[in-house]
């Protein structure tokens, strides 16, 4: 178990590095830089502020200072958003979309457990056919359609909400809903699928035939094996959710992280770009890293494996 | 093959075409598509014909999906906005299963330290904020239509390389490959010969699920101002657009809304009847 997590945690900072790099090749290749602007600035000045902030050194050493601030998270101030460190920004955003994002993944597993299960129970019933046919409905359904469509209805219209902006306590609720209709329609899916399989597989039949009631052998036996697609899918989703989805931010018109994805990259802002590629790997290795734990605690077949 | 007995591929149509919902599907993708490639040139208006009488008019006899606050026939434009729609999402799932493929087959056949040094840079991508990639990629490319697809299909081969891989690996552990590579059968005459074909199940199954979720992609970058850059239009900027002006002129949305849905819904349940075609196990 200990050995399972060291080499784990060894393999995701290795990740996060290999992020960092990429990201950082990838915006070098970028034309233009942080001073780009309107005006053409003289050449004896461009290359003194270009000196301030270490962009005169050869890539690899700034690379190198880059994954230093990193390590340390101490961060130089960065050209473009002078007297506001990375560290601040991203303290700033992180909170709303965690918070909406948490609130979203609730409402996706609320909604979408009970649905796949009630379908996979009754397969080919009435329920089963209605559940399937709302999940494909819900993964046909982008969010770029929902979201103008539920700000339109229960803020403009209904009133019960703001439409946009993050100014009330109850602002989580309409992009949360949104983006949890989404989430639950996979999740249901997945539910039904992997507790269908383990329906029918032989230890249920076992556990049918020593007498077990048909709510023992669902939920104490298929259960917990029927959860692992789910559990799966969550890891990646959970960080995606939590680092904020760009289109629910940018339809609600939330202060989250998502924003800075697009706009430190079109910015050119070398640190933020690179800090938010590496807090949403951050957050993926983490959340993987749960979910093996969580699987291995589920099913012992599966176990503390070193590699997988 | 040639006595009395159906080819694989002939078994697999047949299982597909029994499903009344694949069948379904297929005809309104089929219907979709040719609309979206015909129809323009039955249309009177152009996509970008501008008639400033008519600006911003709810569907009604002229105009069957209304006019935009430029007078632009909203049919037309939602009929070529498709032809790029479709094109990016055939396109980029075409670029992905081509990388996705090969890196797949190559890791699984090589083994060993390639195969583990050529899935580590998979994991190390997978954890990479996709949208920042693609961005970034917009960013350096510049925004040209051909490049959007390259992008997208460069973020998405990773899973059809992890689902080709898996597969290789439990082929070759099968007797007809070692008994091929005993004839002294060399590593790209099993890769081409003996792997390849069987393959192209799952990478099929993955392709027609690919397909939407690229759709999808592209809408979102055009949503958000990195896609197709107006006057062209695809269905996302035509979306972007409905949404922008939604609460006075809710046929905007809805135009584009239902057709882009009305595709995803045919290629996602295309998909879910190929997966029950080629995959004996998943079937009932």
């Known amino acids: 178990m200990l050995r399972f997590l060291i080499s784990r945690v060894i393999q995701g900072i290795a990740v996060i590095l290999g992020v960092l790099c990429i990201t950082f090749l990838l915006l070098k290749q970028a034309p233009g830089g942080p001073f780009q602007g309107e005006r053409d600035v003289p050449e004896h000045i461009r290359r003194q502020q270009a000196a301030m902030y270490g962009l005169d050194k050869p890539l690899p050493v700034q690379l190198l200072n880059h994954i230093v601030n990193f390590a340390t998270f101490q961060f130089p101030p960065s050209p473009k958003t002078p007297g506001r460190g990375v560290e601040e920004i991203i303290a700033q955003g992180f909170p709303v979309s965690a918070q909406v994002g948490l609130a979203a993944l609730c409402i996706a597993l609320a909604i979408g457990i009970p649905t796949g299960a009630l379908a996979a129970l009754r397969p080919n019933s009435l329920e089963d056919r209605a559940s399937t046919v709302a999940a494909t409905l ?70 049918r035939a020593k007498g077990a009631s048909e709510a023992a052998v669902v939920f104490r036996h298929a259960f917990k094996l029927a959860c692992l697609p789910v559990l799966n899918f969550l890891g990646p989703a959970a960080a995606g959710l939590m680092t904020g989805s760009i ?25 933020l770009a690179m800090a938010t590629a590496a807090f949403y790997a951050l957050l993926i290795v983490a959340f993987n890293l749960l979910v093996d734990v969580v699987q291995a605690l589920l099913n012992p077949r599966i176990g503390f494996k070193e590699d997988s | 093959m040639s006595g009395g007995h159906p080819s694989p591929w002939r078994l697999a149509w047949r299982r597909l075409v029994r499903s009344r919902i694949t069948v379904a ?24 014909d501008q008639n400033l009488d008519l600006r911003a008019t709810a569907p009604g006899v002229s105009h069957w999906l209304g006019t935009d606050p430029l007078g632009r026939d909203l049919a037309t434009r939602i009929l070529h906005g ?32 390639t195969d583990a040094l050529m899935m580590r840079i998979v994991d190390v991508l997978y954890a990479f904020p996709f949208i920042t990639f693609v961005i970034l990629l917009v960013v350096i490319f510049g925004r040209q ?74 809408a979102t970058l055009s949503f958000l101002g990195l896609g197709i850059q107006p006057p062209d239009a695809s269905w996302g900027v035509l979306i972007s657009e409905g949404a922008a002006s939604m609460a006075v002129h809710p046929w905007m949305l809805i135009g584009p809304g239902a057709f882009f849905m009305l595709t995803l819904l045919a290629l996602n349940l295309i998909g879910d009847g190929l997966r029950d075609a080629l995959d004996p196990k998943s079937g009932d």
Not at chain 1, 175 to 188: D, E, N, Q
Not at chain 1, 250 to 255: A, C
Not at chain 2, 196 to 216: C, E, F, K, R
Request: hydrophobic share 55%; with cysteine.
């Open chain 1, 247 to 271: 289109v629910i931010e940018s339809v609600f018109q939330l202060p989250g992280l998502g924003q800075h994805f697009v706009g430190a990259a079109v910015n050119r802002n070398y640190e």
């Open chain 2, 145 to 218: 239509f051909v490049l959007i697809f390259v992008a997208i299909g460069a973020v998405e081969w990773l899973t059809m390389a992890r689902v080709v891989r898996g597969q290789v690996l439990s082929l070759k552990k099968l007797e007809y490959v070692q008994a091929a590579r005993a004839a002294g059968a060399g590593f790209s005459r099993i890769l081409l010969r003996h792997m390849l074909p069987n393959v192209m199940g799952p990478v099929i199954i993955y392709a027609s699920l690919t397909v939407p979720g690229v759709m999808l992609l592209e």
């Open chain 2, 82 to 113: 498709g032809r790029i729609s479709l094109l990016v999402g055939v396109l980029a799932t075409g670029v992905a299963a081509v990388i996705g493929v090969g890196y797949g087959l190559v890791a699984g056949l090589a083994g060993r330290r």
């Open chain 1, 138 to 207: 819900g993964i046909c359904t982008p969010s770029l359609v929902l979201g103008p469509v539920i700000a339109l209805v229960f803020g403009l219209k209904l009133r019960w909400f703001n439409a946009s902006g993050w100014y009330d306590a109850d602002d989580w609720v309409l992009p949360a809903v949104t983006l949890g209709i989404i989430y639950s329609a996979y999740i249901a899916r997945l539910t039904r699928g992997g507790l269908r399989e383990t329906l029918a597989q032989e230890f249920i039949r076992t556990a």
């Open chain 2, 25 to 48: 599907a297929m005809i309104l993708l089929g219907l979709m598509v040719l609309a979206c490639v015909a129809g323009p040139w039955f249309s009177p208006y152009g996509p970008n």
